[in-house]
């Protein structure tokens, strides 16, 4: 951005939706348009399919190849509203700093790092290079918007709140600071959290980490910290110390940061589980709790470093998949749980049935490592072992199954559906988008769930759409959150969409994804999973439809 730029208008389409012709698309962006707020003759050469595009407010951020960048490092940040795509910011020009510039950054190591928020606010990891930059201060985190951007935090610098000399550094001699950031979040209302390694004068090599965050002001605030090498040396927790912070905290709306940490006990041992800060009030939650309802039974996180990450929403409410111990601390079952500082749910656990699934349930290992979401309303959402849809709801009795492989929305002959849990979206209105593929082929779809009016499929491989009146594209590979032919791919993903971290599905519905096409070309798409009664998509510029057979 140096500076943002202003949308240029678009013209649009308001298109009533015929169910013949299946779910409305927007063309956002296409290889081959011309860039708006670029150089006059600036076009899209392409966009990198696990580098996903990110949406929150209808506000869509990604990075793009362009013509108007021959070092493809210098690939633009896009911002921009939907069908409003506009260069926002370059990787290039003056800093802010005296005598420092922006440097190149390959495309895909800021892939992870890039964000929205509902007020047009987006963020990215940038690098440095000039007077006084070395690689253990050349890395950025950056919050822009149309009026230009400020560095929140710098590589090498003081972590606030800390000893003297306790810098935020790379996690190893030869790793760059942005892997560290990957799990940074930002709240629709500007907050940012974020956790880095520190390296003190005394334990120079040691990576603990911390969690920071910024607030109203901008100012930074360290939240807790590891133990800097020494057990019972980190942040004390209702009388446990923190020993090492998950690299995917997370920050609602309102201020509240959640994430995953292991704690030193003062009776010996170790245990996983969560650090909440609300109100400037530390509290551990799941972590070696008592399950409700189970005597003799506690709960515990086991450590995953940014996988298994906690779902959050603007209530202060968390989700996350834990073991269940007895009193020798051996593991007798699973479960996904729902929690708050004042109470503790268990959603489902082994030897649940699984709704929709009849004569089967929860095995043992079903749901400790389940990515499970959390709406705003507190409804959760997560995937089996198994991946034959997701099971939503707020309990064992009233959990159902969305994207039933036996529902009638599937594109026949391609197989069983089996939903990607890496790739599940979920907002405030406990609506749903996952990525799938197909036993017995290589199909891959993109479907959205409602909880009025079920399953929608967006889009599949195979399809043809129009793209423009009278001029149509098939569908050659497909990308949501970062899901394309990876399976063993791991996202950085929000957990419910009031989090702050990146999703492709926002409060209104709308769904942004990746699509190339049988020609080589390429789009950043949105779909719009409709409000029940509403029949109209509002903006749209092309629309799919399901070829004759």
Not at 59 to 85: C, E, K, M, W
Request: charged share 15%; net charge neutral; with cysteine.
């Amino acid at each position: 951005m140096n500076k943002g730029q202003s949308a240029c208008a678009v013209l649009a389409l308001v298109w009533a939706c015929a169910a013949a012709f299946g779910q409305g698309l927007v063309v956002h962006a296409m290889t081959g348009q011309s860039v708006a707020g670029g150089h006059p003759w600036e076009v899209y050469r392409g966009f990198i399919i696990s580098s996903p595009p990110r949406i929150e407010g209808g506000n869509i951020v990604f990075r793009a190849h362009t013509n108007g960048s021959p070092d493809y490092r210098q690939s633009p940040l896009i911002v921009g509203q939907v069908g409003s795509p506009v260069l926002g910011f370059r990787f290039t020009g003056e800093s802010g700093i005296p005598g420092v510039q922006f440097a190149s950054i390959d495309f895909d190591l800021t892939s992870d790092t890039i964000r929205t928020s509902a007020s047009g606010a987006f963020g990215v990891v940038a690098r440095l290079q000039g007077e006084g930059v070395t690689i253990h201060n050349d890395e950025v985190l950056i919050v822009g918007n149309n009026d230009g951007f400020r560095i929140i935090a710098r590589e090498g610098s003081q972590v606030p709140g800390d000893t003297p000399g306790a810098t935020m550094r790379a996690a190893g001699q030869e790793s760059t600071w942005h892997r560290a950031l990957s799990g940074w979040s930002l709240s629709s209302t500007g907050r940012v959290a974020f956790s880095t390694p520190i390296s003190q004068p005394q334990f120079p090599g040691f990576g603990s980490h911390a969690g920071v965050l910024t607030n109203a002001t901008g100012e930074l605030h360290l939240v807790a910290r590891g133990n800097h090498g020494t057990a019972g040396n980190g942040t004390i927790v209702e009388g446990w110390s923190v020993h090492m912070m998950d690299g995917h905290p997370r920050i609602s709306p309102g201020g509240t940061v959640v994430a995953a940490a292991i704690f030193d006990s003062y009776g010996g041992g170790q245990s996983g589980g969560l650090v909440m800060q609300r109100d400037a009030v530390l509290q551990r939650l799941v972590c070696r709790q008592e399950a409700p309802g189970i005597p003799d039974v506690r709960i515990n996180r086991l450590w995953y470093n940014g996988r298994s990450a906690p779902g959050l929403n603007d209530r202060s409410e968390v989700s996350i998949g834990v073991r269940l111990l007895n009193p020798s601390g051996q593991m007798i079952g699973s479960a996904a749980v729902r929690a708050s500082p004042d109470w503790l749910q268990i959603v489902a656990r082994t030897g649940d049935p699984k709704p929709g699934r009849p004569g089967e349930t929860f095995s043992l290992n079903d749901l400790e490592e389940a990515r499970v979401l959390i709406s705003g309303s507190g409804t959760v959402a997560f995937a089996d072992q198994s991946k034959r849809g997701v099971f939503v709801g707020t309990s064992i009795d009233d959990l159902r199954l969305a994207f039933d492989p036996a529902s009638s929305i599937w594109p026949s002959g391609l197989g069983v559906p089996l939903v990607n849990p890496s790739s599940i979206g979920m907002n405030a209105s406990d609506q749903l988008v996952a990525a799938f593929a197909f036993q017995g082929s290589s199909a891959r779809a993109i479907a959205g769930w409602d909880p009025v009016l079920g399953n929608i499929l967006i889009a599949h491989t195979g399809q043809t759409i129009e793209i423009e009146p009278g001029v149509y594209r098939t569908i050659a590979e497909l990308s949501i959150n970062g899901f394309h032919l990876d399976p063993w791919y791991q996202p950085v993903l929000s957990g419910g969409g009031e989090d702050g971290l990146p999703n492709s599905l926002d409060s209104a519905g709308r769904v942004v994804f990746t699509a190339r096409f049988t020609n080589n070309q390429s789009a950043v798409l949105v779909a719009t999973i409709p409000a029940p009664g509403t029949v109209a998509l509002g903006t749209v510029i092309v629309f799919a439809f399901r070829r004759r057979r």
